[in-house]
């Protein structure tokens, strides 16, 4: 929500109120403001301001986008998706009409959004299996839905990003170990000889494309020499969880019900890996660093010993009801667009299948290497979102063989943003926010000079006397 913006959120606030069992009275008086004004906001005969959100969340330890229209703006972005399927014959539905729905019935919604998902795999997998290279496109929604990785992303971002009982865990054990004392390549490798294994770094020929092995016969943690030292403890991290945290990590996978092995298995790596931040950077040292240190990803990287991209993807789990931090989002991409990560504590709508808005200053990255850029960013639904961008290295890289370059995108609601030392010197409320969309294929805003794809659901314009510095023109219904 952009700073200065209103939002009608009457419902939304009774709910909370009556959930913490307070009168208006109480609540007005627990927020410093008249007890009228919460009748007025409530009976929507008053727009909630910025500062009344921000004190909501203080008060009561909340997020902003829980009381957002845009509650959930990923399921209301996937909806608006689907249903611009032509399939469907729905034209163009008003926007207050799928938040109407989303707002009264949104378990209707995502019943809605599991059918339109299940009816376009039987369609596309017969054409996928006849010839994969018919028709891209449709192979790689095709692929999105069917991928184990969708569930696992699934599973997360219903639990914005924070797994409490892992966290705590790892919580428990960095201070078993003294991590903020001892140093944690030592303290790490003594606990791993507790279970009677070594570790060896070894050289990247013998290796291979590997960067890490558990040799289970010799007890032998295998570690690739091109692994940097915040990578090699990540990677002891891991070992640690498959070791002392099975019997919670098997739970959590037996609860999450996937029915895909593969899913499974992806999802007990996911949550070791999950388990290998917490332990290098413990939940309550490490939002208090990130507090004190207004985010700076860089600084906390050298505080804690984590690379920039280890640094913020923790960022977005900070999601402990009793003490939360910022509800970030996540997202790693490639040169050409290409989504490997992406996880949200808060709302933020990713594409189901595409790439991402060129528009976004994540692709700008690869231009200033190792350098972090800033930019405040406008989705279709209105919500604004202050975002930052940096590319990193990955593990790897000799004369014959470069290592990958990606760029890691780190964002939230701007009303957060003055928390952010990245947001120094930026005039928030001056600020022009950059209007972008999930992806071309969603997106249908005119005049786009960065349009790769028309919307597909319109109908091209075709000028043959000009020419305009967008490459496409369509309808503006469908």
Known sequence: ??????????????????????????????????ASYVTLIEADQRPASARFLMKLAEVYDLNIAELSPATDSQLAADFAGALKDPALGAGAVPRAEIEAVLQASPRIAQAFLRLHDNHREALLRPLADDNPMTDRDKVEALAETSRPVDAVRGWFYARRN????????????????????????MALTARLAAHCIAVRILPAPLMGERLRRFDLHRRELLL????????????????????EQEPLIARLVDEAGLADAAASALMRVSLANYFAAALMMPYGRFLAACESARYDVELLGHRFGASFEQCAHRMSTLQRPEARGIPFFFVRVDRAG?????????????????GTCPLWNIHAAFETPERVSAQVIRMPEGASYFSIARTVTRAGGTYGQPAQRLAIGLGCDVAYAPRLVYADGIDLDRTRPVDIGLNCYLCERPDCSARAHAPINRRLKVNERERSLAIFDFETRP
């Open 224 to 243: 690739s020499e091109l692994l940097a030292q915040s990578s090699r403890r990540f990677q002891i991290g891991v070992l640690l969880a498959r070791l």
């Open 1 to 34: 929500m952009a700073r200065g913006e209103k939002l009608i959120i009457g419902q939304r606030l009774r709910v909370l109120r009556q959930s913490l069992g307070l009168t208006q009275a109480q609540m007005a008086a627990e927020l410093g403001v008249s």
């Open 338 to 354: 290409n989504i490997s990560k992406r996880f949200s504590a808060g709302r933020f709508p990713f594409s189901r299948f595409g």
């Open 162 to 185: 924070h797994v409490d009982a892992l966290d705590r865990a790892a919580e428990a054990l960095a201070e078993e170990l003294a991590l903020h004392r001892n140093e944690p390549h």
